[in-house]
């Protein structure tokens, strides 16, 4: 079927936005369609509200996950992969990923279609949450994880494969490098140009929105060649091209930041972790290889009180796949309990990244109304000690919301 409307272009990271753009749309498996339509709803009001008549979304849906294994006979379909790569622009409903056999990451995959390189997870506490630490507004945290690679690009042989076999007898006659008979093997690779690439996107976006640090976060004293590399990597990066705008931990020693200037600095992976909970406060913008960035955003999500109030974006220089930063919760499936708020922040961050920034401080007010209000969803009603809303309900109230601010 015809969608009327016309492609939003991304350009070597600018965004084009027509007044009518088609955006693609994947419900997700589990609690994936509730939280899908529910901020689908919400943008859609809060466009209305923001542009009357003269802007308005076209949705397109795209089939990914189990449905799709149902009506085409595969989780990908080749038709959604084309899509993908002529619009560009997608918001994702979270899709399942078989642990041990099977397929391998969706998420990942169309991540790698498009090259969308940066993961960005913007956590920060919302009054009203139940946080477990003494003073969670202090938690302010923009997280920008590498996405396309370290382990995650799922370069991995079972132990008992032909591959793997032929492996370690590689390592052991080339190399010196005993492995048992019985180890599978992974592969981190980490390159110099993606390092670089994110940690210019990182640092012109902490420039820009007026943040106060830059942290790279990595286990370069154990993994020297690949995540040591990304911490010198991007050190380089910072040093070379942002020299006259940003100033190192090193050369500041215990003097206060200048006026003006930008903090760059570097935390071990295990001690960033705990730094977070002792002192959120001294942390701003965190860049991370891959693994490291998805262990931190969701431990950063625990000390707001709920990670499914977290979205995300994935951005590259051709386009962009919003998402929640949960997973698929089978278990609330159907059964309309899941809070949608995480999905409806993925689809702010699309505003933002659209030029739509008014639609966009819409729904953040009404979130924030919402949970002062103590109208909210299961997850939070229960710490409130009030009687929740379903998945529809709760959009119903942020709808209500926009309508009237």
Known sequence: MDIDGEKIVVDGGVWRTPNRPIILYIE????????????????????ERAYGSSRKISWKKVLAGWEAEKEKGTRFPKETEEAIMQYKVVLKGPLETPVGEGWRSLNVHIRMILDLYANIRPVKYMRGLQSPLRNPEKVDLI???????????????????????TLRTFLRENLGVELEDDTGIGIKP????????????????????????VTIMHKGNIMKYTEGAFREWAYEVAKNEFADRIITEETLQRNPVPI?????????????????????????????????????????????GDIGVLGGANIGDLGGMFEAVHGTAPKYAGKNLANPT????????????????????????AIDRSIADKKVTQDLARYMGVEYLGTKEYSDVLTQYIASS
């Open 28 to 47: 997700g498996d589990g609690i994936g369609p509730e939280v899908t339509r529910a901020a689908m709803r919400v943008v859609d009001s809060a466009v």
């Open 143 to 165: 997280i920008f994880r590498e996405n396309t690679d370290d382990i995650y690009r799922g370069i991995e042989w079972k132990h008992d494969s032909q591959e793997a076999e």
């Open 190 to 213: 980490m390159g110099k140009h993606k390092t670089q690439r994110i940690t210019r996107l990182a640092l012109r976006y902490a420039l820009n929105n007026g943040r106060r640090s």
């Open 260 to 304: 003006g200037k930008l903090l760059v600095n570097d935390r071990i992976a295990d001690n960033m972790f705990q730094q977070i909970i002792t002192r959120p406060e001294s942390y701003d913008v965190i860049l991370a290889p891959n693994l490291n960035g998805d262990y931190i955003s969701d431990a950063a999500g625990a000390l707001i």
């Open 342 to 365: 995480g999905m409806i922040r993925g689809a702010q961050l699309m505003l933002e990244f659209m030029g739509w920034n008014e639609a966009s401080r819409l729904i953040d007010r």
